[in-house]
């Protein structure tokens, strides 16, 4: 057996005497997710083609400057040998972000895909909630160290469906208040104040979000309840 399997065996083995499932949850989470230099990643470009926007009143200087952060990003983690993942997604935002603006002409329109995005992952996050296939127990079965064997496992507890719900409540009013925000900013076309509200409610409202989430399961103890059948086995 190698050592991941390996790993992965401890892992499971210390969530099985976890008391509650919060504590399980947290530790899948602390797992799942990244950290910090990914979203700065993602807001830098942002950065960029506001400054170059109000200096210059030029869509494609402010493209051009964004597009420059992102080289220099790139190149930094090459030099460091890790991986591209994180500015390879800031690159698709921005060049998506480019098109929309470049097709109209419109600074705001940068914005744009931003805001229909975060519109859909709202809808989206409330739907899985309703049909208790909550997003965050995707985040949760990620962080499982039998997750390679069996993807869905956390879908059969209950008890944790049931928590992953409350969670997954927590990032739909996330994704709401972005689009609550910055909608009113795109039709006034305040490309300056998107800017802020975009970096703004990026992080900082991601690391708020964390933070409620994880009061809720600092206080929260519930017990394990038994597994689900697994339809497949029917």
Request: charged letters at 15%; glycine letters at 8%.
């Amino acid at each position: 057996m190698n050592a991941s399997n390996d790993r992965a065996e401890l892992r499971a083995d210390h969530e099985a005497h976890a008391r509650t499932v919060e504590e399980v949850i947290r530790q899948r989470l602390s797992a799942a997710l990244g950290g910090w230099r990914g979203s700065l990643e993602a807001a830098l470009p942002t950065v960029a083609f506001v400054i170059g926007w109000t200096v210059t009143k030029d869509l494609r200087t402010s493209i051009g400057a964004a597009a420059g952060i992102i080289v220099i990003l790139a190149l930094i983690r090459l030099g460091q040998r890790q991986s591209l993942q994180y500015v390879a997604s800031a690159a698709f935002a921005t060049a998506l972000a480019a098109f929309f603006a470049s097709r109209s002409g419109r600074a705001e329109d940068a914005f744009l895909p931003g805001i229909v995005t975060n519109a859909a992952y709202a809808v989206g996050s409330l739907v899985s909630v309703v049909t208790r296939w909550p997003l965050v127990g995707f985040l949760v079965g990620a962080g499982d160290p039998l997750a390679k064997e069996d993807p869905l496992r956390w879908r059969r507890d209950p008890s944790l469906v049931a928590v992953c719900g409350r969670l997954t409540l927590v990032m739909t009013a996330m994704f709401t208040l972005r689009v609550a925000v910055m909608y009113p900013l795109y039709l006034s076309g305040n490309v300056a104040a998107l800017g802020t509200a975009k970096v703004l409610l990026g992080w900082p409202l991601w690391i708020g979000a964390l933070g409620i989430m994880g009061a809720m399961l600092v206080a929260g103890s519930t017990p394990h309840t038994a597994p689900e059948a697994d339809p497949a086995a029917d």
